[in-house]
T-cell receptor, first 113, second 115 residues
């Protein structure tokens, strides 16, 4: 079945550091790929997405590129801020929409001032 | 434009009691998903509903769990005779009918604690 494996946390960085959170997937067909962010006490918010190979999703300084050859969708940000502290989830959907999602286990990011 | 509303935010139940979790989707959304997040884990799909119809319940335990989404009112996830292993955060997500490649909007979740 479909699965998502993401880098285990927690990850602690200083402000303005470079961030990478690794995500690889296994899926039948051609999935859409997503990164969701969960701030403390909140629900999940869609951060970015990519629907086909070589697409790059980007939002709020975060980027991720859909790599079919390595089945990866790593999240990157060049300069993190304290406000980026949250749990980040990689997810996929093979239904062609952002509906039924298979999630990774989440990576807790803490950014220190 | 209110987002997806879930209540209660926190629910404490003793073993053997019933838990009822409510989800009001965004205005105009008639499709709802329920997910469960166990401690230190990602979200796991439970059930997919549209109004008055269960589309896919393959992720829901066969016993004690049920879900509905009536024509009027919120979607309800019901857990009967709760056990400690049911302690988790339960999230609901809604999306717009008929739209492809659309975003699912999540509620803030209900954190169930079974004591």
């Amino acid at each position: 079945g479909d699965s998502v494996t993401q880098m285990e946390g927690p990850v602690t960085l200083s402000e303005e550091a470079f961030l990478t959170i690794n995500c690889t997937y296994t899926a039948t067909g051609y999935p859409s790929l997503f990164w969701y962010v969960q701030y403390p006490g909140e629900g999940l918010q869609l951060l970015l997405k990519a629907t086909k190979a070589d697409d790059k999703g980007s939002n709020k300084g975060f980027e991720a590129t859909y790599r079919k050859e390595t089945t990866s969708f790593h999240l990157e940000k060049g300069s993190v801020q304290v406000s980026d502290s949250a749990v980040y989830f990689c997810a996929l959907s093979t239904s062609g929409s952002a509906r039924q999602l298979t999630f990774g286990s989440g990576t807790q990011l803490t950014v220190l001032p | 434009n209110a987002g997806v509303m879930q209540n209660p935010r926190h629910l404490v139940r003793r073993r053997g009691q019933e838990a009822r979790l409510r989800c009001s989707p965004m205005k105009g959304h008639s499709h709802v998903y329920w997910y469960r997040q166990l401690p230190e884990e990602g979200l796991k799909f439970m059930v997919y509903l549209q109004k008055e119809n269960i589309i896919d319940e393959s992720g829901m335990p066969k016993e004690r769990f049920s879900a509905e989404f009536p024509k009027e009112g919120p979607s309800i996830l019901r857990i009967q005779q709760v056990v400690r292993g049911d302690s988790a955060a339960y999230f609901c997500a809604s999306f717009q009918t008929g739209a492809q490649n659309t975003e699912a909007f999540f509620g803030q979740g209900t954190r169930l604690t079974v004591v």
